[in-house]
């Protein structure tokens, strides 16, 4: 494709981004780009659509189709809302889990996902705060739901962010429901097919109860805690990287039984920044010395 084909293709495609249904924020964003005489940012953000593959969306977060942003999530989740009501129909109810990650951005995506869940009947347990990608996948099969979205970009830089989505064994989607809900995906054209109400009354917050639920599992999967309880003082160096495994870690490793937990307080501050780290995963890992 020629260069002032290409401008031309980009320029049709940002100035829809100038109408009806798109935020005051979004319109200025998208009017300076096409009134800059330099189209680098303007082509890097329209040029294709963000993709829906096997594992989600992700890319990185700013206004554009190619881009991470209430649209591309709204539509991604508007699509997948659409197959569960379609894969799932005999069902009285269809339930799915939304949780988050520390990610900037990440809290605003996982409420949209709320909100479109929700507009479309399906009921939804949206967590209170940032939490672990296993809990959710837990919260899953633990609530009986069918579905389930993570929004998080794992090791990706701080400018990244992403959308994963799980069926109803917890696991992330495989063959044919992934292939399924690209398909449904793709047939979202516009910010008008896109259900942004919520219904309240359909989002069901968890928190600690749901924590502990999970905590008391994992201690069931104590292989020998007889040695744990000889070797409690075993020197343990945790640090979440600025993640969401703040909390949850700390507490896992209590609840085992370990005593000599170290962690590295700079690193404890959950931030989308990742202040102190060349490479963020806020994952978390755990050493042990």
Known sequence: MKDDQLLQQVTEKAKVWLGEGYDAETQAAVKAMLENEDKTDLIE??????????????????????????????????????????????????KVVVGH????????????????????????????????????????????????????????????NGYKAYWNDGAQMTTPHDTNTIEYVNRIKGVKDIKFEGNKDLIEILGEKMDN??????????????????????????????????????????????????????QDVQSGDFPTVDSPNPQGRISTG
């Not at 329209?46 to 991470?68: A, C, H, P, Q, W």
């Not at 899953?140 to 090791?155: D, F, K, N, P, Y």
């Not at 292989?223 to 000889?230: C, F, H, N, T, W």
């Open 45 to 94: 953000c329209f040029y294709k659509d963000l993709e829906f593959g096997t594992g989600g969306l992700r890319g990185i977060m700013g206004v554009g189709s190619n881009r991470m942003n209430i649209y591309t999530v709204g539509a991604a989740t508007q699509g997948l809302a659409n197959y569960l009501k379609d894969a799932f129909k005999d069902l009285p109810e269809i």
């Open 101 to 160: 990650d520390v990610r900037n951005n990440s809290r605003l995506f996982a409420e949209i996902c709320a909100n479109i869940f929700s507009a479309n009947g399906i009921k939804v347990y949206l967590f209170e705060g940032s939490r672990p990608t296993p809990e959710m996948s837990f919260a899953i099969r633990e609530l009986g739901c069918q579905s389930g979205v993570i929004i998080t970009a794992s090791h990706n830089p701080k400018e990244y």
């Open 213 to 266: 639920i999970y905590l008391e599992r994992i201690k069931t999967l104590s292989l020998s805690p007889d040695v744990i309880a000889r070797h409690h003082d075993l020197k343990i160096v945790y640090t979440p990287i600025h993640g969401t495994g703040k909390y949850l870690i700390p507490a896992s490793l209590a609840n085992f039984g370990f005593t000599n937990v170290i962690h590295v307080p700079e």
